[in-house]
């Protein structure tokens, strides 16, 4: 039995490539959330007029990799103090948000938030919202990184959480 979990942490060609090498991970898919227009482009979404975030819904396989530690690979994969950005990218669509998709993991998601605080020096302004619906991305953003020789740029991993959760092809920092 697999389970799905939406995360939002910048780009989401990153967080997509991120994921994808976590051991348990069965898949990766770059998509939008948390906006008001029905299936929208990634020019709509550009357009900061939907209100979508860039996000990425994870399928996973629980016996292997826990909701738990997703959202630690979520935490170490971001600063989620900033707001409505990462790095060199700008805009809501960039926004820090866990998208819960069962009560229970809004209540990880709440508890993992108040945990992760203690290793940022300024508050975590990521939001915890109900995942209303998924959107796919379209084609030319799925698996980005593997199809066009770039590496991610803005998603890098303390070295601890690389060997810990046995990462494969993460770049520590």
Known sequence: MTETATFGAGCFWGVEWVFRKVPGVIDAVSGYSGGTTANPTYRDVCSHTTGHAEVVRVTFDPAVVTYEQ???VFWAMHDPTQVDRQGPDIGDQYRSVIFTETPEQEVQATASKAKAQARFSGPIATGIEPLAVFYPAEDYHQR??????????????????????????????
């Open 70 to 72: 997703l959202l630690e």
């Open 144 to 173: 980005y990184y593997d199809g066009n020789g770039h590496t991610p740029y803005c998603h890098v991993f303390p070295a601890d959480v690389v060997a810990s959760l046995g990462l494969t092809g993460a770049k520590a920092g």
